[in-house]
């Protein structure tokens, strides 16, 4: 399918993408006011259905971005999970998917605020393409760029505007020849990478930025604790990391909506530990794997599924 036929939600209605567009004046465009969600749609080939990860919290999520930016939604966190599903359903997706919701100040003038603006939607959902293959472990180095400080835009929301910094430090990374930057706080602590939340281990405790450390409140984080805690049994820990904590743990990695749980074996040219993926991000890797495919029940409610199930066919009775 070519991307212009595919069908988006936008105005209010359900139209291909090539005929969604904003103009070059556009509020958004110039000034970076606009908030965004990314969203995974997980493909069962077995089960022949969609699951949709944790969806309805994204989109509330969503609700708090918008009213950082004074931007009023058209609809409330049901009805928007109900647009994603029927684009889903309107472009017969039986794949992975990846969902782009997007509020944005809409109107074509010059001019720095963010009110008396006209604000607008939309809803994109594309098939996924991997972010980055994780499977070897990545390579990371602290950016000489900081992340984003809360007291200069709301570091917790996902702003676009927020995402240069991202976008600078993961150029610098991929210059220098690593897989993925890791952004500091201003004052020298570890915050998160470019577009991942960070997770570190010592000595079987896992250990990861506070949401007051200028970090984006992650919903896939938000999962991982809670599953350290009650599958792995392991203590979790939402604290201050140093720098130098990178350099001598034994593992690290990253989570978020598009990476899942990517392990990372070399933070600035020292292996993590022995260089090889740990035991802790093997074991939660696997299990969010199961458990976005719908095959852990105890974790069904995380699930919203797209398609009817499929009831097989019976075959015919032969003849007497």
């Not at 997980?42 to 990860?53: K, T």
């Not at 797209?306 to 009831?311: D, G, R, T």
């Amino acid at each position: 399918m070519e991307l212009g036929d595919v069908f988006v939600y936008h105005g209010g209605r359900y139209v291909p993408y090539r005929d969604a567009k904003v103009g070059l004046l556009t509020h958004g465009l110039n000034y970076g006011t606009g908030c965004f969600e990314g969203i995974r749609g997980y493909w069962d080939a077995v089960g022949l259905q969609l699951h949709f990860f944790r969806l309805r919290e994204h989109f509330e999520r969503m609700q708090r971005s918008c009213r950082l930016l004074l931007i009023e939604l058209p609809c409330g966190a049901e009805e928007m999970c109900a647009h994603t599903i029927e684009l889903a359903r309107l472009n017969d997706f039986r794949q992975d998917v990846y969902v782009r919701p997007l509020a944005f100040k809409a109107s074509e003038e010059v001019g720095v605020r963010l009110h008396n603006v006209r604000d607008d939607f939309a809803i994109v959902a594309v098939p996924h393409k991997s972010y980055f293959d994780s499977s070897q472990g990545l390579r990371a180095c602290v950016s000489s760029w900081r992340r984003m400080d809360d007291n200069t835009a709301p570091a917790r929301a996902k702003l676009t505007g927020i995402y240069v910094g991202s976008a600078l430090a993961k150029s610098e990374a991929h210059g220098n020849g690593f897989d993925e930057a890791i952004l500091l706080t201003h004052d020298g602590h570890v915050a998160e990478g470019s577009a991942e939340n960070i997770f570190i281990v010592r000595d079987g405790v896992v250990l990861t930025p506070p949401v007051t450390d200028n970090i984006l409140e992650g919903i896939t984080r938000a999962s991982l604790i809670e599953l350290c805690r009650n599958e792995l049994r392991l203590e979790v820990l939402e604290r201050t990391i140093d720098r130098s904590e990178l350099y001598v743990a034994d593992e690290v990695f990253f989570s978020g909506t598009a990476v899942g749980v990517s392990p990372v074996v070399e933070v600035d040219r020292r292996a993590v530990a022995d260089g090889t993926i740990g035991p802790v991000s093997r074991a939660l890797a696997n299990l969010y794997h199961d458990i976005t495919l719908g095959r852990n029940a105890k974790y069904g409610s995380w699930l919203t599924t797209c398609f009817a199930a499929e009831v097989p066919i019976e075959p015919l009775a032969a003849s007497a």
